[in-house]
């Protein structure tokens, strides 16, 4: 009975997390793409926290921390740490990046590469269960170890255009070992694409920039995302959208300060499931040194 329950838990509110961060398309392509890390000069720290609005016990959340700078010319590096709880089972990624940048030109255009490498490890959490914390199906599930895993990804950028794709979790992507635990929902394959449109003269505050994101995720059908940013520049403003084919729509707006950012978004459930599931909120915090 409790093995039922764990994976009521684990899985039914899963659906939340098939939409990841919605800063990724737009303010944090890092969080996603390595070959990302290190591309503007500077020290820059992401933080962004994630829950299904909801009192089903054990909804999602998801917190994540990235840090990423430029050391030396052509070479970024950083950090990527992601923390994610649905029901009982809580999973930490940290990885490392190294991402090398090649300019084809004088006018901000260049080819990047990345490659991340860290840890991944799932626990379930004995302090929320209301059971029998002897079952041995629990005790089975922690003795499992935690396992190397690795990202790799390509971008093509210029002062407007983006273009790129990544391969994130190659472990549960290429090696059946990593089926051992409950790894559905992860993201396997992603490539996104966005265009900066100036709406006024050269210089003028308004950009709307429209993006599509195609993403194959591990035990779901594909998913293509599509939406846009709309900027005010010379205000610190923007509001954006992005729709989901796993039927769902994101809603955002933030302040980008240079130095600093905040953002505030709320992805609605546009399916049958929205009797049952609330939508789910994130806060992200963007400081630029």
């Given at each position: ?176 070992s990593s089926d051992q635990r409950f790894d559905a929902d992860r993201l396997l ?101």
């Open positions: 009975m409790l093995v039922i329950v764990l994976l009521l838990l684990g899985i039914f509110p899963a659906c939340a997390q098939l939409n990841p961060f919605q800063t990724m398309y737009f303010q944090n392509k890092y969080i996603y793409n390595p070959a990302m890390a290190g591309l503007e000069k500077g020290l820059s720290l992401d933080l962004d926290y994630m829950q299904q609005w909801s009192s089903f016990p054990g909804t999602p959340r998801t917190e994540s921390f990235t840090a990423d700078f430029q050391p030396v010319n052509k070479v970024g590096i950083g950090l990527n740490v992601n923390n994610d709880q649905a029901g009982l089972i809580k999973s930490t990624r940290v990885m490392g990046t190294y991402a090398y940048h090649l300019p084809l030109s004088d006018n901000n255009e260049h080819l990047s590469f990345g490659v991340s490498l860290g840890i991944n490890d799932s626990r379930v959490n004995y302090n929320d269960i209301n059971g029998d914390v002897t079952d041995q199906e629990l005790a089975q599930y922690n003795q499992l170890k935690p396992y190397v895993d690795g990202d790799f990804g390509i971008a093509y950028t210029n002062n407007r255009f983006y273009i790129g794709s990544a391969l994130p979790n190659i472990r549960s992507a290429f090696f059946k394959y992603i490539v996104a694409a966005s265009y900066k449109f100036p709406l006024q003269a050269e210089g003028g505050g308004f950009v709307l920039e429209p993006t599509a994101a195609y993403r194959v995720v591990k035990g779901y059908s594909n998913i293509f995302d599509v939406g846009f940013n709309f900027a005010m520049n010379n205000y610190g403003i923007y509001f954006q959208t992005i729709y989901h084919t796993s039927q769902s729509m994101g809603l955002g707006f933030g302040l980008d300060q240079h130095t600093y950012g905040i953002n505030f978004s709320y992805d609605l459930v546009t399916s049958a499931l929205s009797n049952y599931v609330n939508g789910t909120f994130a806060l992200g915090l963007k400081v630029k040194l």
